[in-house]
C-alpha cells in the first residue's frame, strides 16, 4: 500500500498537480482542533474538532455562550495553551509542535493581547507612554527606535496629550487605547482581543472599536475579539459563533440597499460545514420541527432538504416497542 501511495503522489507531482492544504496562504488555521482537559479524574473536552480560518488584515468577532469553547480557543491562538490534537498554524507557526523558545518568542513579537480588566493590560505605576515602551525593553529594542514607536502608537491612539499620565488617571476608554497601543509595541501580525469593552460603556465602545478597525484596515493587522454580547460582534463584518467546541455558524455583514432605497447593514448568517461533513443546526430550527436523534435527507439539485424522522409516531405500537 505504501508504494502504490508514493507512485501516485510522484505521478501527480510529475503532472504537476499540487495538493492544497486546508486554510493555505491564511493568517490563523485551525483544523479539527481539539482541547481536552483532565480534572481529578474527569476529562473536560473544550474544543471537539473545531475549525477555522482567518485571512491577513481581517477582523473577525468569535462569539458563543459560556462554556462554548471560546475562551480555550483564545489561549491556544495566543500560545498560552496547547491543542491536544489537530492542527493550528498562527502566522506561520505551529503552535501544537514549539519549543519553549519557540512560544516565548511567539508571544513576545507575533501575537499582542488586549484584556477585559485593566489590571492585565497596564501596570499602574507606569505612565501610558511606559507602559508601551516596556514590552519594547523586554525585546531588546534600542532607546531611540523605542520612544519613536511610542510616540507612533499613541498617536495612533489618539492619546499623545496623555502620554505622561497613569493609568489611574485615565477614562476606561482611554486605558483601552493604552492597552491597544502596548499590545501593538511590538509590531505584532496579530492581535487577540478578550471582552476589550466589557467594562465600557455603548459609545466609549464604539471609540476603542474605531481603533481597532483602524489598526486592521491601515496597518494589514489581523484582530480577533473574543466576546458573549451580540451588540459587540455587530462591530465587524464577520462573526463565528462557537457552540459545544466547534464553530456552528458564520454572520456576514455587508453594506446594502432596503426595498425603500436607502443603504444599511445587511447581515446573513450561514451554518457552517466543516471538513468532516458536521453541521450543526440552530436550536430554534430544531424546536420549531421537533428533530430527535434521527433526520430524513433529501438531496435536490441545488439543496439539500433536512426533514423530521416520523416513522416512530406512525408505526403501530407493537412496531414501535419489540417484545423482550
Not at 519557540?102 to 499602574?124: E, H, K, M, S
Request: contains cysteine.
Amino acid at each position: 500500500m505504501t508504494d502504490t501511495l508514493d507512485y501516485q503522489e510522484l505521478r501527480e507531482r510529475a503532472a504537476g498537480v499540487q495538493r492544497i492544504q486546508f486554510g493555505a496562504g491564511s493568517q490563523i488555521v485551525c483544523d479539527n482542533l481539539v482541547k481536552i482537559y483532565k480534572v481529578a479524574e474527569l476529562e473536560v473536552v473544550a474544543l471537539q474538532g473545531l475549525d477555522l480560518i482567518v485571512s491577513q488584515g481581517e477582523m473577525v468577532g468569535i462569539v458563543g455562550a459560556s462554556g462554548s469553547g471560546k475562551s480555550t480557543l483564545l489561549n491556544i491562538l495566543g500560545g498560552l495553551d496547547v491543542p491536544s490534537a489537530g492542527r493550528s498554524v498562527v502566522a506561520g507557526y505551529d503552535l501544537l509542535n514549539m519549543t519553549a523558545q519557540d512560544r516565548l518568542v511567539y508571544r513576545r513579537q507575533v501575537v499582542g493581547f488586549i484584556w477585559q480588566q485593566t489590571a492585565r493590560n497596564l501596570l499602574p505605576y507606569l505612565t501610558a507612554a511606559d507602559n508601551v515602551e516596556l514590552p519594547m525593553i523586554l525585546d531588546g529594542m534600542p532607546g531611540r527606535q523605542r520612544k519613536e514607536r511610542v510616540g507612533e502608537l499613541l498617536e495612533l491612539v489618539g492619546l499623545t496629550p496623555r502620554a505622561r499620565h497613569r493609568p489611574d488617571r485615565l477614562s476606561g476608554g482611554e486605558q483601552q487605547r493604552v492597552a491597544i497601543a502596548v499590545a501593538l509595541a511590538n509590531s505584532p501580525s496579530v492581535l487577540l482581543a478578550d471582552e476589550p469593552t466589557g467594562e465600557l460603556d455603548t459609545a466609549t465602545s464604539n471609540e476603542v472599536f474605531a481603533v481597532l478597525r483602524a489598526i486592521s484596515a491601515d496597518l494589514g493587522v489581523t484582530v480577533v475579539v473574543v466576546t458573549h454580547d451580540p451588540l459587540v460582534s455587530n462591530q465587524m463584518t464577520r462573526t463565528v459563533s462557537i457552540r459545544d467546541g466547534r464553530t456552528s455558524s458564520e454572520t456576514l455583514r455587508r453594506m446594502g440597499t432596503s426595498a425603500e432605497g436607502e443603504r444599511q447593514v445587511i447581515a446573513e448568517e450561514f451554518a457552517v460545514l466543516d471538513r468532516a461533513g458536521r453541521m450543526q443546526l440552530p436550536h430554534n430550527y430544531v424546536d420549531a420541527l421537533r428533530l430527535e436523534r434521527r433526520v430524513r435527507l433529501d438531496l435536490e439539485p441545488d439543496h439539500i432538504g433536512v426533514w423530521p424522522d416520523r416513522s416512530a409516531e406512525q408505526a403501530p405500537e407493537r412496531e414501535r416497542e419489540p417484545e423482550r
